[in-house]
């Protein structure tokens, strides 16, 4: 089954209304203006930010509308996964990081950060709600449904063939070809990888036997570097399965996944709902906000969350104001509307977005 996820409004037309909002002044408010105003922003300076390649599409639409909005600064972001996102921020290569797993409570010490105050430790703050999706290419086939269990047999090398007995039982009006299944995973660290080896080893534990891990930690199988590195393989091979963040699942044909007679397809919608189900991480400070995913809520629990990180005080004061006035664009409500129009991402729910809005506005 082939699932489109929200319709983009086109980035030429977020970029113009973020660019005339920010720009807006309060006479033109009042009187109704067309006439676009002169930049008013005072900002300038240069960011580095490195991490997530999920949230790939979203980093440019809310670099190219804050640059837009403020001609000042120059926003750079490279896509090279979340383990090197983290790694570069904590040895000071990287103003921030998008990481798609927050920083673990004993990772996050006073001191453990170049680019951070010496009395200083880091924050996650989401910034970015997708699900993950099971994506393959089987000819013949666009329909296709598995149970978490089928798919860690797949993933963990046990089911080997797209016409094994159990594939089919889910699968009774397919023809599925006899073929040998080619499990395409992450070659780097990446978060998407903890995310999708959580969900198995919650709601396939009897299968799944390995612990959650950003490297992945099954032998066998053919690995990729980065999102579109697994995209780009599932879909020029032949009879490949693969798992990628589900706004850059192009034209790939995507399974439908859960409990049998309970398949889900991944929307930006269930993943906010399993995202709004779920707790905040509890022993962590103030402003230092992660969440405790429900791999096992109604919906679609196979659903990712990246976080911004960056210094809760920076040892340069001009770089901790460049950082606090961009993330709280990408957590406004209208960046969190931006990049969904764009990348088909979930907003943060109001309530949510309000903590994280306040987190950001702490940082120094």
Request: charged share 20%.
């Given at each position: 089954?082939?699932?489109?996820?929200?319709?983009?409004?086109?980035?030429?037309?977020?970029?113009?209304?973020?660019?005339?909002?920010?720009?807006?002044?309060?006479?033109?408010?009042?009187?109704?203006?067309?006439?676009?105003?002169?930049?008013?922003?005072?900002?300038?300076?240069?960011?580095?930010?490195?991490?997530?390649?999920?949230?790939k599409v979203a980093q440019e639409t809310w670099v190219a509308a804050f640059q837009t909005a403020n001609p000042g600064v120059t926003v750079n972001?490279?896509?090279?996964?979340?383990?090197?996102?983290?790694?570069?921020?904590?040895?000071?290569?990287?103003?921030?990081?998008?990481?798609?797993?927050?920083?673990?409570?004993?990772?996050?010490?006073?001191?453990?950060?170049?680019?951070?105050?010496?009395?200083?430790?880091?924050?996650?703050?989401?910034?970015?709600?997708?699900?993950?999706?099971?994506?393959?290419?089987?000819?013949?086939?666009?329909?296709?449904?598995?149970?978490?269990?089928?798919?860690?047999?797949?993933?963990?090398?046990?089911?080997?063939?797209?016409?094994?007995?159990a594939i089919a039982a889910l699968n009774p009006d397919a023809t599925l070809p006899d073929l040998a299944i080619t499990a395409v995973h992450r070659?780097?660290?990446?978060?998407?990888?903890?995310?999708?080896?959580?969900?198995?080893?919650?709601?396939?534990?009897?299968?799944?036997?390995?612990?959650?891990?950003?490297?992945?930690?099954?032998?066998?199988?053919e690995a990729a570097k980065g999102t579109s590195g697994v995209v780009a393989a599932v879909t020029n091979g032949t009879g490949t399965i693969g798992?990628?963040?589900?706004?850059?699942?192009?034209?790939?044909?995507?399974?439908?996944?859960?409990?049998?007679?309970?398949?889900?397809?991944?929307?930006?919608?269930?993943?906010?709902?399993?995202?709004?189900?779920?707790?905040?991480?509890?022993?962590?400070?103030?402003?230092?906000?992660?969440?405790?995913?429900?791999?096992?809520?109604?919906?679609?629990?196979?659903?990712?969350?990246?976080?911004?990180?960056?210094?809760?005080?920076?040892?340069?004061?001009?770089?901790?104001?460049?950082?606090?006035?961009?993330?709280?664009?990408?957590?406004?409500?209208?960046?969190?509307?931006?990049?969904?129009?764009?990348?088909?991402?979930?907003?943060?729910?109001?309530?949510?977005?309000?903590?994280?809005?306040?987190?950001?506005?702490?940082?120094?």
């Amino acid at each position: 089954m082939k699932i489109r996820l929200t319709a983009a409004l086109g980035l030429s037309a977020v970029l113009l209304f973020s660019a005339c909002a920010a720009n807006e002044t309060p006479a033109d408010t009042a009187t109704g203006s067309s006439e676009a105003s002169a930049p008013t922003s005072t900002l300038e300076g240069t960011l580095s930010g490195k991490g997530a390649s999920s949230a790939k599409v979203a980093q440019e639409t809310w670099v190219a509308a804050f640059q837009t909005a403020n001609p000042g600064v120059t926003v750079n972001y490279s896509p090279d996964g979340s383990g090197a996102g983290r790694e570069a921020f904590i040895a000071g290569g990287a103003d921030f990081a998008g990481s798609d797993r927050a920083l673990k409570i004993e990772e996050n010490t006073v001191g453990a950060f170049v680019g951070c105050a010496a009395e200083s430790a880091a924050i996650n703050v989401p910034i970015y709600v997708s699900p993950i999706a099971v994506i393959f290419n089987i000819e013949g086939v666009t329909d296709l449904n598995l149970t978490p269990e089928v798919l860690a047999g797949i993933f963990h090398g046990d089911i080997t063939n797209w016409n094994d007995p159990a594939i089919a039982a889910l699968n009774p009006d397919a023809t599925l070809p006899d073929l040998a299944i080619t499990a395409v995973h992450r070659s780097d660290e990446s978060g998407t990888t903890e995310n999708f080896t959580d969900y198995l080893h919650v709601a396939a534990a009897g299968v799944w036997t390995d612990e959650p891990s950003q490297e992945w930690p099954v032998a066998g199988g053919e690995a990729a570097k980065g999102t579109s590195g697994v995209v780009a393989a599932v879909t020029n091979g032949t009879g490949t399965i693969g798992y990628a963040d589900a706004s850059q699942a192009g034209t790939a044909s995507i399974a439908k996944v859960g409990p049998e007679g309970k398949f889900e397809a991944p929307t930006e919608e269930a993943a906010a709902t399993a995202v709004e189900n779920s707790p905040v991480e509890e022993g962590r400070e103030a402003n230092d906000i992660a969440i405790a995913l429900d791999r096992q809520a109604e919906g679609y629990p196979i659903v990712l969350v990246s976080y911004g990180i960056a210094c809760s005080e920076y040892k340069d004061a001009a770089k901790g104001e460049l950082v606090s006035a961009y993330l709280s664009y990408v957590v406004s409500e209208e960046g969190q509307q931006a990049a969904a129009a764009s990348a088909g991402s979930a907003p943060l729910s109001a309530t949510l977005r309000d903590k994280v809005v306040a987190a950001v506005d702490s940082i120094k």
